[in-house]
Structure formats: C-alpha cells, structure tokens
C-alpha cells in the first residue's frame, strides 16, 4: 500500500483515453458469450425490484438481488480488474482486492440480515434511488456513444466496475435495513478513485459517479434529518 | 592517413610526374572523407547531437523516448503495431535511450513485442537501442528484474535504475551485483515532478551511481539550483524526464509565436525550442519526452540535430519564455 500513497492520481492512470476504451473493447469482445446471461441477470434484478409475486416474498427478493449485486462485485474483481485492468494498471490488484472485498460482504449481509425490505418507492429514497438505477443500466452505458466510443466499447451492469457502482448505491438507497451504512463503504471509496481517474482522463464518467455520490450524500443527510426529526417529535 | 606518407623519394620527384601524383592524391580526399563517422563535424547542421556518459565517455543520442503512457496500450494489436513503426521512426532518426518501467503497465510487453517485431522485419536500426527500465517494488527486485528482461527479450540492459527511490538502499546492492556479473551496464536512480529531491541529493553525494533522472524542463528548473551541480561534480549522467512538461508547455505557448532567433539553433517547433533548451544544460546528458504521434517523434528528434544553444542564448530563451 506504501507504493499507492506516494503517487499522485496521474502517477496511477499510466495509460490514455483510447487505451481505455480499447481495454474495455477486448474485454467485451472476450467475453461476447456471458453478455446473454448478463441481460437475463439483469432482467432478474429488476423483475426482483419491480414484480411483484406471491412466489417469492419481499424479503426474499431483496436477499436475491443483493445476491446478484454480490456476485457482480466478485466478477468485476476477480476478472475484470485481475485479468484485465492489471494489464494498463500497476494498481489494479488493490481494486481487484476491494471489489472481491465488497462483494462477499455483501453476500454475507444478504444471507444474514434480519430485515430484508425497500424503502418505499413513491418516497423521495425510492425515487432517487430509482434515478440512479435508470442512470446507471441505461443513461451512463448509451452517454458513452458520445465519447468516440464504439458499441463494443461501452460499459454494461453487470459486466464493468461503474454501472455496478451505480446500481449499488441505488440500492443500497432504496435498502431499508442498518446494513446499508456498511455497504457503501466500499462503493464511496470506489467511487471517489473511479471518479478521480475519469477527470484526469476527461470522461463523462466522473459526472455520473460525481452524481451518485451526491445522491447518495443526500440520502445519509436525509436519514439523519429523519431520526433527528423523529427524536425532536418524540420530545 | 597523412600526405607525407606518400613522399616520393627525391629521385623521383620530377615535375610532371609529381603534379600527377598531387592530383591523384586530392582525389582521394573525398572519399576519406565519406568513411569518416557522421558527427566527426561539429559544424555540420545535420550533426547527431551526443553527450558522453561522464562514467564511461560512451557516446549518447541527447534525445531519448519515454514509454509512459505512450507504449501502455495492452493487447490491443493495433496499437502495438503502430507503436512499433513509432519506434522505428525513433531508431531510424537515431534515437537509442528507450525508458520504461514495470509501473508503466504494459509498456514493457509491448517494448518487447517492437523490438520482436522490428527484427521479424528485418530491420536493424534497433540495434542502436539503449534499453533503460527500471526496478519498482518494496520487496525483493529479483523476481521483477527477471520479469523485465523476459518482457523485453534482452540478456542485457544499459542501464537499470530504482524508480522514484523506492527500498533503494536493497536494489542499489541487487543492481551492483547484475553489474558485476555483466547483465547490467549502468546503475541509476529517478525521481520525477520534484520529488525527494534532498534524499536524491544524499544518495548522490554517497553512493556511486552512472545515472540519475529527474525532472527538468524550462518552466521547472529547480533542480538546477543542486542536483545538477552535483551531477556534474560527481560525473553523474543525467536523464530529463517530462522535458515538455507533460505536454503543458503546448498548452500555454503553442500559439505563440516562435521566435525569430529559434532558427539561429535549428528550431523549426515549439518541441525542438523546450529540448534543447533542456539537453543543452551542461549537466544534461539525455531528454526522454514521450509520444504517440508520429508527427511529434519526428519533431522531437529534430531537437537531436544541428548546434545547441550556449549559455548566452538559453538565458534568452527563458526570458522569452518567461516574457510571453
């Protein structure tokens, strides 16, 4: 970790915009045949979010789409940041570190947690969070088109780290149980070098992850005006 | 070869025989003179520009290439392919330094995979190359230097340097170990943007060193003030890294006018006016700007030709800078 502190955010971005947009080509093209899966899972997520059945209650759809969030957390780590970034990126391994990190706490938390619920979504957390949900599966990956990307080139959830940050803090917001506090730990950490690195690279990245940070703030400022305001009330 | 070594003995001097042989003699001038090494003379303006090696006086190309950023473009085949005519265009300009580091990403794959390729093609101005890499780890080197020379298919490198003075004391002894045993040619240490300057300072003064880099360009010259005093004093050879300052210096004065007396020093670019502003401080011995461009190559080693600016004119080449 010693070499990560003594660098600037420039010393660890050794590769350019096209380099970039060429990594992220390769990995899409290499893995064209999970991209199926990917639709259906994220197809499921929503449907988990959005559908709802007497087969499957609410705190299990919750559990399961934690699930899905988990696993693409592990995927992001073990293989798009171990076996893909680490060729552009000395510091890779740390992020693939991170994201292995966040994934199986976030398993561990779908399996053990008492409560397992939304918030509502006509609230305004159900509604940010449902913004950033839209953002983060369709507006982010299609913006990328005005960036000289190609189609093949752009970033889908679950596949790439930012669509998956995205969705996580969505829901994490719409998450109505304690864990939430310990799951966007990891994200806003994310979040913020992600952020950083699409500014020095002049992406429009950082403006969806500047975004999703802020939401995010806005919703902790929320939760502390909420039980502020519950505790004035209950005087 | 003198022309008294073809006296005739006197008996045979008679005037028409010797004009013969004068003439024959002027002849042969010529073409002596096409054998001879192309910098032979200084006042050619087409000249290589070299700077010795104060350790060894072994002669070297003042312009170099970086590899950060530049070669780190992973497997995509493309890119690596038009890497590696950039290379080419350097070698055939004749360039020799090519910096890298394991902390460049794929920069040193690809490094490997030009050199592979330029000699598939069967070229051979890469058989100028200077190869400079440099060990970057708090743990032991071994394995990253065995790593490096794997990447680059080399069983010898020029010059192996500890990159921004990371757990230097354990490499300086790795690399004065590969030295002795003849798979290194030169030790050396960098630092860049200005960093740890007074540890470099120390490290100088005490331990014998064939190279350091650092930072130097002519909106940042503070390393004028110590470090290259001191590596004139020591006999340490001198890499400029970010001598354009990162493509900064682009920035503020592309589109200002170049001054007239550039052409006085054989800049015909902004590029050519920052290098040789750089390369020629008496303690520099070689600047390694980095780009992608073919167009900026060709520029950059045009800063390797003709005459470099004295003291004179590098005090009015910052007042102009500074004046504009």
Redesign the interface.
Known sequence: MFELLQFSLLDMTPYNRQSWFNLVGEYNQSLWFIYPIAIVITLLLLSLLFKSSDKVSENKSVRWAFVILGVAWIWNGAVFHLQYFANLNWAAPWFGGMFLAQGCLILLIAFFMKSALWVSFASVRGRLAIFLLFIGLLVYPLSQLLEDRSFSQVEWFPLLPTPVLLVTIALVILLSSRWRYALVIIPILWGIISAAFALSLGLLEFYFIAGALLICLLHFLLTIFTIMHGKNGQK | MKFTDFEEPNEFKKTNLSDRRLFLRALSVPALLALMPTNTFALNDKALITKAIPSSGEQLPVIGMGT??SL?????IE?RNHRTELLKTFFDMGGAMVDSS??????EEVMGYALKRLHSQGEKSQKSLFSTTKV?T?SKGEAQIAESFRLWGLKQFDLYQIH?L?NWQEHLETLQQLKEQGKIRYIGITTS?G?RHKDLEQIMKTRPLDFVQLTYNIQDREVEQRLLPLAKEKGIAVIANRPLN?GSLFYHFEKKPLPVWAAEIGCANWAQFFLKFVVSHPAITCAIPAT?QLEHMQENMGAMRGVLPNEAMRAKMLDYIQSI
């Not at chain 2, 394991?102 to 920069?107: D, L, N």
């Open positions: 950060w950023i780190n473009v992973g497997n995509n890119a394991p902390m460049y990403g794929s920069a970057w708090r921004n990371l943007h960093r990162g992608t």
